[in-house]
């Protein structure tokens, strides 16, 4: 079985622009969750999505920040007006959900906002 | 003080000896523990979770859990040169799933 797919696995844009994410979650997994990771950095929450439920966006930085889920799998992080500081690498992950909630990780984006 | 605290090494140590990593947690209504290994440019891995106090082994690696300290620690036994990367703890809290991560301690095994 495939695991958490992302793409694309570089993004290069400049400031100002919009730029989407993609994250294919493992099949069967519910929960899917989005982090970034400065250089250098730890893992920074961004959001996450269980089921049907409302998400979880209490890590978004700012409301240039947006994610969706569609039909319960594929997921869409977008950020607009990129900022300099936006640069990182966006990871995704996803999991069974449950009471231990093991988190699986894609690749990553590394965003590059020049 | 941060929610999940690690220190950021280099932890350095000779190879066949033990690695000990430790990492403390600040939300006494943590639930569970993960220890994820990340390499240079690569994403995170996970190594074990824990959720229960004491010690959990699974091959060359222990984790231990201690919630009256609010501590959880990982040894890592026989250390190769390849278990050099970062080793980041993650804790689940009481409001939810999303983990929390240290910052990840960085470990050099030299031959």
């Known amino acids: 079985g495939a695991g958490v797919s992302q793409s694309p696995s570089n993004k290069v844009t400049e400031k100002g622009k919009d730029v989407e994410l993609r994250c294919d979650p493992i099949s069967g997994h519910t929960a899917l969750y989005w982090y970034r990771q400065s250089l250098g950095q730890g893992l920074e929450f961004l959001i996450y999505f269980q089921g049907n439920s409302a998400p979880d966006k209490s890590g978004l930085p700012s409301d240039r920040f947006s994610a969706e889920r569609t039909g319960g799998s594929v997921s869409t992080l977008t950020i607009q007006r990129t900022q300099q500081e936006d640069s990182a690498v966006y990871l995704c992950?996803?999991?069974?959900?449950?009471?231990?909630?093991?988190?699986?990780f894609g690749p990553g984006t590394r965003l590059t906002v020049l | 003080q941060k929610e999940v605290e690690q220190n950021s090494g280099p932890l350095s140590v000779p190879e066949g000896a033990i690695a000990s990593l430790n990492c403390t947690y600040s939300d006494r209504g943590s639930q569970s523990f993960f220890w994820y290994r990340q390499y240079s440019g690569k994403s995170p891995e996970l190594i074990m979770f824990?959720?229960?106090?004491g010690d959990k082994e699974d091959g060359r690696f222990t984790a231990q859990l201690n919630k009256a300290s609010q501590y959880v620690s990982l040894l890592i036994r026989d250390s190769q040169p390849s278990d050099s990367a970062t080793y980041l703890c993650?804790?689940?809290?009481?409001?939810?799933?999303?983990?929390?991560f240290g910052g990840g301690t960085r470990v050099l095994v030299k031959p």
């Open positions: 992950a996803s999991s069974r959900g449950g009471p231990i909630d093991t988190q699986y």
């Open positions: 993650a804790v689940n809290g009481a409001a939810g799933n999303k983990l929390t």
């Open positions: 824990i959720y229960s106090n």
